[in-house]
């Protein structure tokens, strides 16, 4: 049994793992996920460090199944709408932009402007005077 599973922890992995656990929490659905990060991260310090240590340390400082337990977890707690249809509402766009968007309309004054400023031609780039090297490569 190696000195990490008998709970002899180096400090500095402690503090490092405290770092990593907080950013990535293992409880809950992606509790593995999160304990790939840690791992990954913990094993760039020790290299003989496996996952297995890491739970049995865990497991030695907090209760796992309670805090699992206690993690909301999104699957369970979506409602169940028998006919997801009908909580939808109806939508309608307002009137004015209904008329706007008619055929043959003119529109309101602002469409007419968004359309008369879309209609003139954007101003062509000014010439960039050549380099040394685009004079060397006309000649």
Same mark, same amino acid.
């Given at each position: 049994?190696?000195?990490?599973? %008998?709970?002899?922890?180096?400090?500095?992995? =402690?503090? #490092?793992?405290?770092?990593?656990?907080?950013?990535?929490? /293992?409880?809950?659905?992606?509790?593995?996920? %999160?304990?790939?990060?840690?791992?990954?991260?913990?094993?760039?310090?020790?290299?003989? !460090?496996?996952? =297995?240590? !890491?739970? #049995?340390?865990?497991?030695?400082?907090?209760?796992?199944?309670?805090?699992? @337990?206690?993690?909301?977890?999104?699957? =369970?707690? %979506?409602?169940?709408?028998?006919?997801?249809? #009908?909580?939808?509402?109806?939508?309608?766009?307002?009137? @004015?932009?209904?008329? @706007?968007? &008619?055929?043959?309309?003119?529109?309101?004054?602002? &469409?007419?402007?968004?359309? =008369?400023?879309?209609?003139? /031609? &954007?101003?062509?780039?000014? &010439?960039? /005077?050549?380099?040394?090297?685009?004079?060397?490569?006309?000649?």
């Amino acid at each position: 049994m190696s000195q990490l599973r %008998a709970g002899h922890w180096p400090k500095a992995l =402690e503090a #490092a793992m405290f770092n990593v656990l907080y950013r990535c929490r /293992p409880v809950g659905l992606h509790r593995h996920a %999160a304990m790939l990060n840690i791992y990954n991260e913990l094993r760039k310090l020790i290299s003989d !460090i496996t996952p =297995e240590d !890491i739970w #049995a340390h865990l497991d030695t400082l907090y209760d796992l199944e309670t805090l699992n @337990e206690n993690e909301d977890n999104p699957l =369970e707690e %979506a409602p169940f709408v028998e006919n997801p249809k #009908a909580s939808f509402q109806d939508f309608d766009l307002p009137e @004015e932009w209904m008329e @706007e968007a &008619a055929p043959g309309s003119g529109g309101s004054k602002a &469409a007419v402007r968004r359309r =008369e400023a879309s209609a003139t /031609p &954007a101003p062509s780039p000014k &010439a960039t /005077p050549l380099t040394r090297s685009d004079r060397k490569r006309k000649r």
